[in-house]
Nanobody, 123 residues
Framework: QVQFVESGGGLVQPGGSLRLSCVAS????????VGWFRQAPGKGREVVSC????????AVANTVKGRFIISVDNAKGATYLQMNYLQPEDTAVYFC????????????????WGQGVQVTVAS
């Protein structure tokens, strides 16, 4: 059974940090590009970062550059999003997703989605 399970969300104060995790089962994450998307209330889904799991080449959106770091542990089938200096505008549901290529991720042509995890940044 294919699963892509996320964890690590929650409530954090502005300036704080969270680390999101996404663990794959039923497929080999090393064969995919994994992206982290987010969707804020009333807004569309946007990709914030992605990583080529085999080559460990990553990219981040300008809105989170310098604050968010994506990483992968292929032995564990896990992808992480370290989020630092969180701001209220980072409040959203965060999703991990896997696709064959980075272009697929950018175009939301996703093969596997995580269930989503809420991140709330508030005082």
């Amino acid at each position: 059974q294919v699963q892509f399970v996320e964890s690590g969300g929650g409530l954090v104060q502005p300036g704080g940090s969270l680390r999101l995790s996404c663990v794959a089962s039923g497929f080999t994450v090393e064969n995919y590009v994994v992206g982290w998307f987010r969707q804020a209330p009333g807004k569309g889904r946007e990709v914030v970062s992605c990583i080529n799991s085999a080559e460990r080449i990553s990219a981040v959106a300008n809105t989170v550059k310098g604050r968010f770091i994506i990483s992968v542990d292929n032995a564990k089938g896990a992808t992480y999003l370290q989020m630092n200096y969180l701001q209220p505008e980072d409040t959203a549901v965060y999703f991990c997703a896997a696709a064959p290529t980075a272009a697929n991720v950018r175009n939301s042509e996703i093969q596997y989605w995580g269930q989503g995890v809420q991140v709330t940044v508030a005082s």
